[in-house]
């Protein structure tokens, strides 16, 4: 079955202490794509748009993975944790009820480049404990394409041979992220079961592909999938240059969402006692 894909162009927007990044999920072109509330991709060799970093920030209510494809961030929080996040490596934060942590790069040259996704946390955990997982770039799980090959990140990919699975796990969305190759003149097809009562997204990292008919652009995400039980398939064919594809799908929640600034709740009123929680010192305790 043929169906068009939904293109968001991105928004260009400062971040942090004066960070450049797209952001496609979250912005009035795409409010959330349940259970994704955010996801920003940064990728310059311009010092001025990264160097500023992340200083010290909160978050509440939700989980961010953020996968680094080029560059060196060092990421300190409120936990203890001290991650060395470097080309190819990941880090998940369950910021659950509340973590303060600064994302700071550590080179003054170079290309930096990666995504932060943003995945919303049940009700029911939004004040449970904060977690984190630093991601090395040799634990990531590599399965073999017969058109390239797949980088999972977080979840498990289906396969004729069994499943493949990643280093992280999100028991709430069912998250699968992947960095997917194919090379030129290739193909992918997307297994039903990341379609099917998901929500799904791939975002063009480098070269050229087509989904379902749509050619994919640099700095817009496709969206693949929004809930439906039975979505049309979609199959991802290379151009000449191959594609490298940034790919998330996740079982999507269906609660309301309050979000505000780095808190993300379900009612007004919780939104409020962050902010309250935070200004007094209490949001991490
Ligand atoms: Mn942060």
Redesign the pocket.
């Known amino acids: 079955m043929h169906s068009d894909v939904v293109l968001v162009p991105a928004s260009r927007l400062m971040e ?1 202490a004066g960070v450049v990044v797209h952001r496609t999920i979250g912005t009035p072109a795409l409010r959330t794509l349940d259970p994704f509330l955010m996801l920003d991709h940064f990728n310059t060799t311009r010092p001025g748009d990264y160097i500023a970093g ?1 200083p010290d ?1 909160p ?1 509440r209510g939700f989980s ?1 993975l953020t996968y680094l494809i080029e560059g060196h961030m060092l990421h300190r929080d409120s936990l203890g944790h001290e991650g060395d996040l470097v080309t190819g490596g990941a880090q998940w ?1 369950k910021a659950a009820r509340g ?1 303060i ?1 600064s ?1 700071m790069p550590q080179q003054t040259e170079g290309r930096m480049s990666g995504f ?1 996704l943003w995945v919303n946390l049940p009700a029911r955990e939004k004040l449970s404990n904060p977690d984190y997982q630093e991601i090395l770039p040799d634990q990531m799980a590599l399965l073999p394409l017969p058109d390239g090959e797949i980088r999972l990140i977080a979840g498990s990919w289906p396969a004729s041979g069994g499943e493949t699975k990643g280093p992280s796990l999100d028991p709430h969305t069912q998250l699968v992220c992947a960095d997917i190759t194919l090379h030129p003149g290739g193909s992918l097809e997307i297994p039903a079961s990341l379609l099917a009562g998901r929500s799904a997204f791939a975002f063009l990292i480098s070269g050229g592909a087509r989904v379902s008919g749509s050619d994919l652009a640099l700095e817009t995400l496709a969206v693949l999938a929004t809930g439906d039980p039975s979505p049309p398939s979609r199959s991802i064919i290379s151009g000449a240059e191959g594609a490298r594809i940034f790919f998330a799908s996740g079982t999507p929640l269906k609660e309301p969402v309050a979000a505000y600034g ?1 808190f993300v709740m379900t009612t007004k009123a919780q939104i409020e006692q962050a902010i309250d929680d935070y200004r007094n010192g209490r949001l991490t305790r």
């Open positions: 942090g992340f920030h978050h961010t934060m973590v942590h994302e932060q780095p």
